[in-house]
């Protein structure tokens, strides 16, 4: 003779381990035949409470065609939904100063380096193959006829997407440069430290 087996409820083990966590009664987290309706709403807010791990672009050179690469990289982890800082410092932040500024700073020094490396998102040197300007024509020329976006096309798009734009307080003062010599939509000028305490709260870096 055979003894009648009490049948098991599925998922009983998931459940009680959700209960366990969660607090909740183990007797509804086991529901009856399919996945425990408390099992799939705890996953349900533990995903809405989860947010999306920050992107950091440090932006450290002022060569065409890096910063071409790291606005493309910007706004398209900005489109995806990416929270997305750019950090800017020594001659990446030269990329972002007024196009019309053709002199910045206040001692010789600072002018003579802005007069040899002029500023602004539309005067990028390639870092090879310059050729006193030839380069980037051409680059420009090879992007509109394959329809890549442009560095300041790029630029903006990334503002509209909410990329946030840190300028480092050291360069600033280093360059002379001023809150009026920069493009508008800059945030607040940051130090180091500002990198580091969002890289130690778990946001990706990228150097450039």
């Known amino acids: 003779m055979t003894l009648p087996v009490e049948p098991t409820k599925p998922f009983a083990p998931i459940a009680e381990a959700i209960a366990d966590v969660e607090g909740v009664d183990p ?14 709403q705890a996953l349900a807010e533990e995903r809405d409470e989860v947010k999306p791990r920050e992107l950091v672009i440090i932006c450290y050179s002022g060569d065409l065609e ?10 398209t982890a900005a489109a995806s939904g990416v929270p997305t800082k750019m950090f800017l410092t020594f001659w990446g932040l030269q990329t972002f100063v007024k196009d019309e500024k053709r002199i910045t ?10 007069f040899m490396q002029r ?3 539309s005067h990028r040197k390639l870092s090879k193959m310059n050729f006193l300007g030839m380069g980037p024509w051409m680059m420009g020329r090879l992007a509109k006829q394959y329809g890549v976006a442009k560095p300041k096309e790029l ?3 990334a503002q509209a997407l909410g ?15 001023t809150r009026d010599d920069m493009i508008d939509g800059m ?5 180091a430290a500002t990198v580091v305490e969002l890289l130690s709260n778990g946001a990706a870096p990228l150097f450039i």
Not at 27 to 40: C, D, I, M, Q
Not at 66 to 75: G, N, R, Y
Not at 164 to 175: A, G, I, S
């Open 27 to 40: 007797e509804v987290a086991a529901g009856e035949g399919s996945v425990p309706e408390a099992f799939v």
């Open 66 to 75: 890096k910063t071409w690469a790291s606005l493309i990289l910007a706004s």
């Open 105 to 114: 700073g206040r001692n010789w020094m600072q002018r003579m380096l802005s």
């Open 119 to 121: 500023p602004g998102i």
């Open 155 to 157: 630029l903006e798009a």
């Open 163 to 177: 990329v946030e734009l840190m300028p480092c307080q050291m360069t600033m003062d280093m360059f002379g440069l």
């Open 187 to 191: 945030g607040e000028p940051v130090g």
